[in-house]
C-alpha cells in the first residue's frame, strides 16, 4: 500500500462499524431497557434501598441486616398479611397487633412499576387506612414477576386477580427520601424509609 493510500484512506470497516455502533441520531428513539433494570435504576433514583435476593434464606438474612443496621432488634414491626407474617415467623419478631406501637411494617405489595419506581398497593396490603398512618419504616417483600412496565399494566393485573370483588384503597409508594421543599410534585405525598427485599423467582 502507498505511503498516501495510508495516510489518505477512509477508516477501517472495523471501525466504521464501532462508529455506527455508538452513535445515533438525535431523532432515534432510545433504546430500551429490560424493565427489571429499568425499575431498579428508578426506584433507586427515588431513595429506595433494594436488596435482591436468590433464596428465601438470602430474603431472611437481608431482614435481619436490615433490623441490625436500624437497632431494630428490641423494636415491634407490624403485619396486616398473616400469610406473610408466618413466612417471616424464624426471624422471631416482635411482633405487635396495635400499628401505633409499631416502628417498621412489613408488608407484600400488588406490582413494582417499572417506568418510574413505584410500588402499587391496595387494601390487600394497607388494608383502608392511608399511608401517613402507617410507620416511617417500610420493608416490603416482592418477587421478580411482579415487576410490569407501568402502573396501566399493574391495574390490569389486580383487575385479573381479583375478578369476584376488585381491592380499594388503591395506591403508589413512590417517595423515599425527603424531598426538597421546593419539589411541589411530591407535596402531600407520604415519604417512606423503604426496603426492598426483592426474590427471583423466574
Known sequence: MSLFRKLFSSKSQKEKDIIKSNERGKYMPKKELPIDESFTINFKENGGKFLYCDSLDEVYDNLNNIILENNWEDQS??????????????????????????????????????NDGSLLVCSNQLAEKKLNEFPNNFIVFATTSQIVFNIGEGLREIKNKNAAKIPTNITTIKHFKLQDEKDFLSYGSSTKNLYLLLLEDL
Not at 407490624?78 to 412489613?106: A, E, G
Open 77 to 114: 414491626v407490624f403485619f396486616y398479611d398473616k400469610n406473610l407474617k408466618d413466612k417471616f415467623k424464624s426471624s422471631q419478631l416482635n411482633v405487635s397487633t396495635l400499628l401505633s406501637d409499631c416502628s417498621y411494617f412489613i408488608t407484600t405489595c400488588e406490582n413494582l412499576i417499572a
